[in-house]
């Protein structure tokens, strides 16, 4: 079992910057795969990023904040982080972390893949 708690989110203005953090329970924390995804109002949750378990060492975006988004994690401190440059209003929406014991960069993408999520934190980007 796996208990998830995001923070870092809230309200700036386009051009800003954030850092979603993603805080894990137990002690296994490196053997999951996590992903962030986010859902704004009367759209479904969408897929943000990604990053494989232990090491890290493959990273995965998609099209919309790549070269902005960057996910890293430190698995002594049981967190993953997402570190948002650029904001644009379009970025606005609730971001979710999520854990996986799955692998693979299309099985990572997909949210129904994912056992364990967090409750959200809100972003906000003002025009």
């Known amino acids: 079992q796996v208990q998830l708690v995001e923070s870092g989110g809230g309200l700036v203005q386009a051009g800003d910057s954030l850092r979603l953090s993603c805080a894990a329970s137990g002690r296994t924390f490196s053997s999951y795969a996590m992903g962030w995804f986010r859902q704004a109002p009367g759209k479904e949750r969408e897929f943000v990023s990604s990053i494989t378990r232990w090491s890290g060492s493959s990273r995965s975006y998609a099209d919309s904040v790549k070269g902005r988004f960057t996910i890293s994690r430190d698995n002594a401190k049981n967190t993953v982080y997402l570190q948002m440059n650029s904001l644009k209003p379009e970025d606005t929406a609730v971001y979710y972390c999520?854990?996986?014991?799955?692998?693979?960069?299309?099985?990572?993408?997909?949210?129904?893949?994912?056992?364990?999520w967090g409750q959200g934190t809100q972003v906000t980007v003002s025009s």
């Open positions: 999520a854990a996986t014991v799955k692998s693979g960069v299309w099985v990572l993408s997909r949210a129904r893949e994912y056992d364990y």
